[in-house]
């Protein structure tokens, strides 16, 4: 029933193997938005104030300007809605709308006070799933630089995250609250066309020779965890890659690939800040204070660049941390450091020659963007949709990342419940320009959609699942876009 | 060739040893593309399992599109999805969600699994589009996660060839483009791979040496022409022995340790150094690792011997050195001046050095009229830019020469020391030098 090429259940005489063309070039520009000032610029004095005033400032005009479109002649019992400076500045009865930035307050969501207090507590609460308070009694505000406004009114409630700049049409009511009409949100920046993009008009174009099709990797969630069990997927994985496995006719199809994004948690309990549940473990195993050489487990990031180190020979590889990764724990969160991959750092080049890695191996950031085939494409390790789900209700992760590409703001939880840099000067999390391509690692199942903004843009975006608990690859054809699945598993026995 | 070594191969692996074996593990082992080691495995599975059925196992690696009951559940699962989403009140405001995509997203399955669950798995598939043997094992498995060893064995035997030739041999996917820096401080290299591995690196090495020791011979065999007979000599047959011998070796750490009076080639020290400690590193490296790989055993034996031979040739030569070198005592002016010329030869070091000597074990010390001259072995630390931009630290040990004008009053306590430090030279130079250092710290 296999295809007769395919089938290698063939002995003697033994055919000759064909010898198969070459990997196409994978045309690559990695841009640096998220990386961190080194060494001694690097601040944490500052307050994070700053980065919620920032996002304000920025994004005022555009979601000013969208609410202008709408509202203009919004008409509600013969009163025309009028714009408010600020919130503060709101007059009870009077039809108008405003500006400003989401604050959730939620029953469930952590609080920097709680965290002092902990040491009262006997048992410290179960890790959270979510923020969203049982019995409904959660607020959302509204806030600008002149104070804060209480929302109220069957739209807003589990739409909107912390962080997120909204514009809201409304009343006041006579117990202070801002009851809304409707609202509306800045929408997808704009987005250059496909090779067309700043960054990459002025570098030499790759040529795709006869225009065969390449296609992008993607997978997350690798999670090496130095035991045995999770090997042998891992080797399959790596024989796909290396095109070994399989016959022919599938190892022509890997050959398409032009290169692998792994979209964080490449190892599974390596962050340097243990979980809640590690750290109760840990803690109540025994009393040792400071760090602990004889606790370090080094296999896991050996397999790790074990494994690189064989698929880098054929494949360039991108690699995001992810939050279980030996990372900076805040977003943004910064590239692997190449100590870790003795074996694979021959594959990077050299700082003095130039700070982007083309063809190799290219330890980058989370989140990360960069161009890929002239497609602008942005990555996340998964984080912040996973924070983002968190306070909202039956929402899904594709939802939750198209949400955040049109509030223009992808990490809009942070700083609140997720830890980031404090930013002064900019917001590397404000999206200043839209991706064609927007994947978000470490989901709990595959998921892909294509959403359309209103000046004609397109974006694919693309859950990708975790790849020790699916087995699952995301191929993504970078001339049509189109998106596929490779699923690698092991029958056990007896089954 | 090949075709009758892979039966030896899998018959000694899989009924003498008893371990599994993988189509990959074949292919590296017996050097063929992946592809006809998977139809070797056949070949092997079919006429064992003639001759005495059901005495090799197998596992299969089926590659296809799957039944779709698995896709329909898949798209149950999106339509049950999508009725959420509807419920949620985020396509109100969102244009373009509306029509879920229909097309459900094509999936290549690639599934390992043993002979015993084939077929009910195979039935699974819409469309195999390749099958082949993955591994053979001498009895059915229980846990397949002992696969993945012989995979480990890939990884860390497999390591001479370059990774980016391995696609020529295996049929690995060829990727012109990727370029990849060849380790140059050599840490990387000496932790992984084991000796064979390290050998292409080190070879280029004593080609190298031969011009620069020819070069740094030639200028003090010229200056020293105009002078008298035995110090003419002395250096010639040094350069003569220099000439003939680095190219027999291969580390350069050994020469250095073993040669006590010849004159280190200083300007290209700093190149070959990097390349001298991993072949030292490498010497170290074999020892416990030449357990694990049976079959290179032969291999590291003879390579021991040769060594051996070759340490003993080395302690002959410095003998003669040595003696060469109390010969040309005697003559104290053109002995200064060959010292002198070692001592040009030393500022050429010190450009590089950025710190200087850390210890100083004099060796070879030749006493004449109260004057104490020689050479000494210091280890300097360097920190140089590498082609990459990299800051490396190295440590080398270099020869320098000295002499001891400027201390009148030391001959008498140093007169006796001279024959005891050549005889103890002699002896003690190859195994540890210790104590002949504690006893010059003064000086």
Redesign the interface.
Known sequence: ???T????????P????TT?S??N??AYKPLHTFELPKGAEKHYQQQFADMYFLRLAQLKNAVKQKAAEAWDDFELGGEKARYVERVLDVRQGELCWVVGTVYMEMGLKPNVLDDISKEHWIAAPPPRETYVNPSGQDDMMLEDESGRLRVTGE?V???YVTGCILAALGTEQADGSFQVVA??YADLPQQPERWKGEEIKKAPKVDSKGGKAKKVAIISGLGISGT??D??T???L???L??????????A???QLSRLVIAGNSLSHASPILSREDFAAKKSQRKNYGYDASSYNSTPAEKLD?FL??I?????VTLLPGDSDPANVALPQQPLHPALF??S???V?????SKDTL??FDPVTNPWEGYIEGWRVLGTGGQTVEDLLRYVE???PL?AM??ML?WRCIAPTAPDTLSCYPFQDDDPFLLKVCPHVYFSGNMDK?G?????G?GGQKVLLVAVPKFKETGQIVLVDMESLE????????????? | MPEQNYKEYLAARLLAENRPVTYRLLSRAVKVHVNRGKQMLYEFHRNQNAKKPRSIHATYLITGKKRTSEHTNGLNGKDGEDAVMQDSPFPSSLPGTQEPDEKPVSTTSIVLVREEELEKTKAEFVEVTSIHIYSLEPGPIEDLGVLSLCNEEVATKFTKEDPLERWQLYGCIHNPHIKRRTPKSGIAASKTTSKPAAKPTAKPQPKELIPAVQTDSKPSASNTKTSTSAAPKATLQRSNSTKSNPPKKTSVGDLFKSFAKTKPPKPKESEDSPMGGMSEDEGEDSEPESGAPKVDEAKLEAARKEKEARKEELLKMMEEDVDMADAATPQDTNADEVSQDANDDAPLDSQDKAEPAESEEPVVAAVAGGRRRGRRRVTKRKKVKDADGYLVTKEETVWESFSEDEKPPEPKKLKPVPNSSAKGGKKGAPKGQGSIASFFKKA
């Open positions: 029933m296999a295809s090429e395919g089938n290698l259940l063939r002995g003697e033994f055919q000759d193997p198969s070459p990997r070039a994978s739209t409630s589990a739409q609202t509306t045995e069990d090997d042998l891992l080797d399959l790596l024989e796909y290396t095109g070994e496995a399989s016959g022919p006719p599938d190892q199809e890997a050959i074990t180190s064989q880098l020979p054929t494949i360039p003795p074996q750092r021959p594959f080049n050299p700082p003095s020659q063809e190799g039956d929402v899904e939802e198209e949400m049109r595959f892909k959609r294509v959403i359309e209103p998106v596929e699945l490779v699923e690698i598993g092991v029958v056990a026995p007896g089954s």
